[in-house]
């Protein structure tokens, strides 16, 4: 408020950029509801018109693979029929605080089947139609040339040989785009891979998940496809329901993974320590190998216990929701949207007092499949930001700015995007002919800042004078 | 909330159809703010690539026409210079309550020149850049296939040629699409045309509106070319800052309108009267004739006097805002978005309670140019809507049937739209297959409609044998 008529002149002033055309990173995005649903759709009409007589599924109880067309004749479904609403992926008003109803909207029609077959790297087609549709939603942000998106994908570590498979998948189909990036996610779910007898102790989890990476980084030969694609994975995030009770608690007493042979699933914290042990060694091999590190990037404070947030706060480059995150300046991609399906309704969302207070915040979608109307889910996200909560044109330029920040992006691609200086603080680290952020709104929050931490420096200070 | 679950069983069971293929009309929506702010910027820039040195401009001070190229020199800009900001189209934090400031926001660049240039249909290049962009407008209609537009054009008052010449401008510039009616609205700016002396009276400004139309009507011979173009206007609208003070009221003792001489601007209920009136006796003349009629739809309420409102309501078909409205089964479109940035927030916004009382209510944009960000603003209208107020896919397509019904299109086009029987009350009107509104919610909104009168007609009745 203080600045604002000084800050719109100066965005005036700068020639050609504005906020469509700096870069912006949907920092926070799923793969599998990464298209929207009408896009989806569309997709499976189309395959159910070109491709009705492939065959795309192994059907257990007969022992034998079904085509696209007698897979729709399983479901008693018609190509004419379908719509968005058999479809029924959006979330809406019984998702709210249903994490567990959310889930099953991950299957379109409510049918496992179709997910198998569309929205899966891993399956009877090798994962060819998840492949084409990803490429067409990045050919649309190719198109729309500033928007990028970092998809998480999954990695379970369930199997040794899981990396591979999604090097493969990634490089056969030639899934690759300037516009995005892979963090690989690791769903919270020990306790089924160790019902289904896949692993017998959570050290074998770890080694699945890291394993293989520490392989490819001494010697890449060992997985030649893996090495090619780590290339455009930029990091870690860890997932799953945070608002499900935990059992116990993380503590010098809980064994080691190796030791973890119980049925139950080890706690928040427990898996978010020994990933980030696993990154931290596997980024030193790296660094010396002269090879690009790994960012670690976990979904935090979505809802559950504080000791999410203190956990992740001390072990994560940022975090992903953080909707109940209070202070510094962790970067927080934040999705109103799918907060307001989820967890906390539109209006009370947090995001403007945290924006005011200075954190570094971003905008992200979670999942267009869900969550989104238009072909443009981002700028959708933006928008409805900017009209609920009356987001200047400075404002909505610096959480793109902050969105490339926390973007595990490589750092030419950010010298390029933000200017060369951009990690130092304060207008110092600000070029406004690429970001379009006013140097007086940067200088605003680098001495906000300082007078925080100056308060902050002088009670230690006058606390410790008292103690003498 | 009673029947949510069946009605979304019932939209699933459709064949084909959803919210994103039912017709849905954008029901308000002024043409000169129609395209987007990015949209409008490109167009600007294409044309000074391709069309630099095309006179464009007739500069009186200098007495020459300028070329494009020549224009911009003059607003010290270069191409590249150009940007949205520059353009400072949108709507912003100063345009809240003040209508003022928003009315400047019509000059590109704060420039009446570029309005001049780029969005005025009566000018030195008669229109054409306007009529170019407006095609490209509808053709992204065209190609969504399922959005449709209702455009406010100006007819002024001001000169007897008003309606030639914009008639001309619709046809020489084949400016159609079958995703496209007009609306003429005429601003209530008598002071202003009385001051620059165009017309002496009230009367006069009536007389340019209204002739020019009975002509036609009588003999279509007369102006050939406005006879063409009226095919596609359905209908009047009535515009100005309703928030502005007014002098007098409208009483038995106002002057007749050729004996309104003076300065003063009439109220807003005189205004609403005479065009009212006028259209009455045109439609009447014109269905003997066989030709179609014209709706009354002004907008009302949006701020201002209660008056203005029970104007509306015993004249008008339906209204544009209405968020002071409080009753009835008017129809009304509201626009969260323009409001949220002119007079009243969008969480305080009446819609979700209008909507829950059974009001007809549709969602429009009013003026993506000033509001939005995304290339699909009125589905990013209903976005937010659904957003934030939890809207089902039901609600939804509910508003999609109500924006058709409110609009002027031709009877044959809404019994396509709808289905045959759309005029019948209740589940008889209507065909989900076409709508994909389901009958249970069309039956609840019918019951309730129906104990509410008879909860009135009951008081009368008690009211009645009181008395007696």
Same mark, same amino acid.
């Given at each position: 408020?203080?600045?604002?008529?000084?800050?719109?002149?100066?965005?005036?002033?700068?020639?050609?950029?504005?906020?469509?055309?700096?870069?912006?990173?949907?920092?926070?995005?799923?793969?599998?509801?990464g298209?929207?649903?009408?896009?989806?759709?569309?997709?499976?009409?189309?395959?159910?018109?070109?491709?009705?007589?492939?065959?795309?599924?192994?059907?257990?109880?007969?022992?034998k693979?079904?085509?696209?067309?007698?897979?729709?004749?399983?479901l008693?479904?018609?190509?004419?029929?379908?719509?968005?609403?058999?479809?029924?992926?959006?979330?809406?008003?019984?998702?709210?605080?249903?994490?567990?109803?959310?889930?099953?909207?991950?299957?379109?029609?409510?049918?496992s089947?179709?997910?198998?077959?569309?929205?899966?790297?891993?399956?009877?087609?090798?994962?060819?139609?998840?492949?084409?549709?990803?490429?067409?939603?990045?050919?649309?942000?190719?198109?729309?040339?500033?928007?990028?998106?970092?998809?998480?994908?999954?990695i379970?570590?369930?199997?040794?040989?899981?990396?591979d498979?999604?090097?493969?998948?990634?490089?056969?189909?030639?899934?690759?785009?300037?516009?995005?990036?892979?963090?690989?996610?690791?769903?919270?779910?020990?306790?089924?891979?160790?019902?289904?007898k896949?692993?017998?102790?959570?050290?074998?989890?770890?080694?699945?998940?890291?394993?293989?990476?520490?392989?490819?980084?001494?010697?890449p030969?060992?997985?030649?496809?893996?090495?090619?694609?780590?290339?455009?994975?930029?990091?870690?995030?860890?997932?799953?329901?945070?608002?499900k009770?935990?059992?116990?608690?993380?503590?010098?007493?809980?064994?080691?993974?190796?030791?973890?042979?119980?049925?139950?699933?080890?706690?928040?914290?427990?898996?978010?320590?020994?990933?980030?042990?696993n990154?931290?060694?596997?980024?030193?091999?790296r660094?010396?190998?002269?090879?690009?590190?790994?960012?670690?990037?976990?979904?935090?404070?979505?809802? &559950?216990?504080?000791?999410? /947030?203190? #956990?992740?706060?001390? +072990?994560?480059?940022?975090?992903?929701?953080?909707? *109940?995150? %209070? @202070?510094?300046q962790?970067?927080?991609a934040?999705?109103?949207?799918?907060?307001?399906?989820?967890?906390?309704?539109?209006?009370r969302?947090?995001?403007?007092?945290?924006?005011?207070? &200075?954190?570094?915040?971003? /905008?992200? #979608?979670?999942?267009? +499949?869900?969550?989104?109307?238009?072909?443009?889910? *981002?700028? %959708? @996200?933006?928008?409805?930001?900017?009209?609920?909560?009356?987001?200047?044109?400075?404002?909505?330029?610096?959480?793109?700015?902050?969105?490339?920040?926390?973007?595990?992006?490589?750092?030419?691609?950010?010298?390029?995007?933000?200017?060369?200086?951009?990690?130092?603080?304060?207008?110092?680290g600000?070029?406004?002919?690429?970001?379009?952020?006013?140097?007086?709104?940067?200088?605003?929050?680098?001495?906000?800042?300082?007078?925080?931490?100056?308060?902050?420096?002088?009670?230690?200070?006058?606390?410790?004078?008292?103690?003498?």
């Open positions: 408020m203080l600045n604002e008529v000084q800050e719109l002149e100066s965005q005036k002033s700068v020639p050609h950029r504005d906020f469509y055309n700096v870069r912006k990173v949907d920092t926070h995005v799923h793969i599998a509801c298209m929207s649903q009408k896009h989806l759709l569309r997709f499976i009409k189309r395959k159910l018109k070109t491709e009705k007589d492939v065959q795309v599924y192994y059907d257990k109880a007969k022992k693979a079904l085509t696209l067309s007698e897979v729709f004749e399983s008693n479904l018609t190509p004419y029929d379908l719509n968005v609403d058999t479809l029924d992926v959006h979330a809406d008003s019984k998702t709210f605080h249903r994490f567990d109803q959310f889930n099953i909207k991950f299957n379109p029609v409510g049918e089947k179709l997910r198998e077959i569309f929205i899966k790297t891993n399956n009877f087609i090798e994962g060819r139609y998840f492949a084409e549709i990803i490429k067409e939603v990045a050919s649309d942000l190719e198109e729309s040339k500033y928007q990028n998106a970092e998809y998480r994908i999954s379970y570590g369930r199997r040794r040989d899981e990396w498979r999604l090097a493969k998948w990634g490089l056969r189909n030639k899934v690759y785009s300037d516009n995005v990036r892979w963090l690989v996610q690791v769903p919270r779910i020990y306790q089924l891979h160790h019902a289904n896949f692993i017998s102790n959570f050290g074998e989890m770890l080694e699945n998940l890291f394993l293989p990476l520490f392989e490819v980084t001494m010697d030969k060992s997985h030649p496809e893996l090495h090619q694609f780590l290339k455009y994975v930029s990091g870690f995030d860890s997932v799953d329901d945070e608002s009770p935990e059992g116990q608690a993380f503590t010098k007493n809980t064994p080691e993974p190796t030791e973890w042979t119980g049925s139950e699933n080890p706690p928040y914290s427990y898996y978010l320590f020994y990933m980030y042990a990154i931290v060694i596997l980024n030193n091999l660094r010396k190998r002269g090879m690009h590190t790994f960012l670690f990037r976990p979904h935090s404070g979505e809802a &559950g216990a504080v000791h999410h /947030l203190v #956990t992740a706060f001390l +072990l994560a480059e940022n975090i992903s929701h953080g909707i *109940l995150t %209070e @202070e510094a962790i970067g927080i934040i999705s109103p949207l799918a907060n307001n399906c989820l967890f906390l309704s539109y209006p969302n947090p995001f403007p007092d945290f924006f005011a207070r &200075g954190l570094q915040l971003s /905008l992200s #979608t979670d999942g267009p +499949l869900q969550f989104h109307f238009t072909k443009e889910p *981002l700028m %959708e @996200e933006y928008s409805i930001a900017a009209q609920v909560w009356k987001l200047t044109r400075c404002d909505m330029c610096e959480l793109a700015r902050n969105s490339v920040i926390m973007s595990g992006y490589e750092e030419e691609v950010k010298e390029h995007w933000l200017g060369l200086n951009w990690r130092k603080d304060g207008p110092a600000n070029d406004i002919l690429r970001t379009n952020v006013p140097d007086i709104r940067m200088a605003f929050r680098y001495e906000t800042l300082c007078q925080e931490l100056q308060i902050i420096t002088n009670a230690t200070k006058i606390s410790d004078a008292l103690k003498t």
